[in-house]
């Protein structure tokens, strides 16, 4: 995860130092051309503001995910991203441009916090439940309140990173990988 992060900083350096044209990877909805921005637009942030607020849940988040092994993570990780990315593209306003980890930080809340109950697996309910207490309050972002539309936040990537983490609960679960290997 910190190198991960370390990465996002990285790549957000760059972007400064070159005017930003790595913002060209955000997504432009219903553009086919743009489809090949889906995934390299959670790894791009428009300035620093927006990164560091991405920063501290990603990292928390992320170590949390990442606890039940690599492999799977990167898995999560994917299908958060492809989900939050394609919703982007498929719903977010004409003439926008999206970018950043906030779907992927919404996928992994919503990851945590139902992969307990998918797998029952009472220490994983327990830090879903916690995590929940902690960070439940950020799923006023998946709404198109005033608020968020008037700060230009992507309640749709929120959403749809959000759905992305409770699917990928469903796909990378110990009961639907004991089902696959028991056929």
């Known amino acids: 995860m910190l190198a ?10 760059v972007d400064q130092a ?7 990877y955000a997504i432009t909805p219903r553009d086919f051309g743009e489809l090949r921005d889906v995934i390299p637009a959670s790894f791009m942030h428009f300035g620093w503001d927006h990164l560091s607020a991405n920063t501290a849940p990603l990292l928390v988040l992320g170590f949390i995910a990442a606890a039940r092994g690599i492999g799977r993570f990167v898995g999560v990780v994917a299908v958060i991203t492809v989900v939050s990315g394609l919703g982007v593209w498929l719903i977010a306003p004409a003439n ?8 992927v930080v919404f996928g992994l809340f919503g990851y945590v916090a139902v992969r307990g109950f ?5 220490s994983d309910v327990l830090i879903g439940i916690v995590v929940a207490l902690v960070y439940g309050s950020m799923l ?34 110990d009961r639907r990988r004991g089902a696959r290997g028991s056929g």
């Open 4 to 13: 991960w992060v370390a990465l996002l900083w990285v790549l957000e350096a």
């Open 18 to 24: 070159g005017d930003n044209k790595l913002d060209t």
């Open 96 to 103: 926008t441009a999206t970018a950043g980890a906030s779907g």
């Open 118 to 122: 998918v797998d029952r697996r009472m």
């Open 140 to 173: 006023w972002g998946v709404l198109p309140t005033d608020e968020v539309v008037e700060q230009s936040i992507s309640w749709q990537g929120h959403l749809f990173g959000l759905l992305g983490g409770v699917l990928a609960a469903f796909y990378f679960s």
